[in-house]
């Protein structure tokens, strides 16, 4: 019982992360970032497949028990995590280059990708990233059976090991790291996944309309 939940949450992020590494390999065989721009949709339409095939099963997204305070508090987190990505982004707070997507052809902005993109990052990536980081790793560190471990009870080695692999994880590996202090703050004291899922939706979001407003695709 307790491997298939686990394997119900770790796989989703590893079908995302190999995308990941498929797209840097074939680029390092001399494909143009232009012409992996369809990996994407890919990418995505792969991990919300087993999302939508394992649904019955994440018992922690059963029922939005969220009120109008832990509801604001959580789109104000999402917010202010956003502001503060934007801002540490200085040279040694990063890792390496971010390539970056760019999703113009010939100067013109394909719209399509556009929101598949915003989409992606705003509606799938949070539930997958919240149900493999929160829900699985912090409560799995201190307790194989890691769906009756309340997050309340999350240790302070649980906390950081998370916060600190979930910032490598990124290019912005500080940003990183905030945000993800932010999500595991909201999910120790809401006790409802649904928190850091919204908290992380709205950053991605916001994040998207700010990188097409202003050309900032190095962000993507």
Same mark, same amino acid.
């Given at each position: 019982m307790v491997e298939r939940a686990t394997l119900q949450r770790v796989a989703p992020f590893l079908a995302y992360l190999f995308f990941i590494f498929l797209a840097d390999m074939l680029g390092r065989l001399g494909h143009a #970032?232009?012409?992996?721009? /369809?990996?994407?949709? #890919?990418? *995505?339409g792969v991990v919300l497949g087993l999302l939508l095939y394992w649904r019955r099963s994440y018992t922690e997204l059963a029922s939005f028990a969220l009120g109008a305070r832990a509801i604001a508090v959580a789109l104000m987190t999402g917010t202010v995590v956003f502001l503060l990505w934007i801002c540490l982004d200085t040279? /040694?707070?990063? *890792?390496?280059k971010a390539d970056g997507f760019d999703p113009r052809n010939d100067g013109r902005i394909e719209w399509s990708l556009v929101l598949l993109r915003i989409a992606g990052a705003a509606l799938v990536v949070p539930v997958m990233e919240e149900l493999f980081w929160r829900s699985f790793l912090l409560r799995w560190l201190d307790a194989a059976d890691f769906l009756a471990r309340a997050p309340r009870l999350a240790s302070a080695r649980a906390f950081v090991v998370s916060v600190l692999l979930f910032g490598i994880e990124h290019n912005l590996w500080l940003a990183g790291m905030v945000a993800g202090a932010a999500y595991t703050v909201l999910y120790m004291r809401s006790g409802s996944l649904w928190s850091p899922i919204l908290a992380h939706g709205v950053t991605n979001g916001v994040l998207g309309l700010w990188i097409i407003s202003g050309g900032h695709w190095n962000y993507w």
């Open positions: #970032l232009h012409e992996l721009r /369809w990996l994407y949709a #890919l990418k *995505i040279d /040694w707070m990063s *890792i390496g």
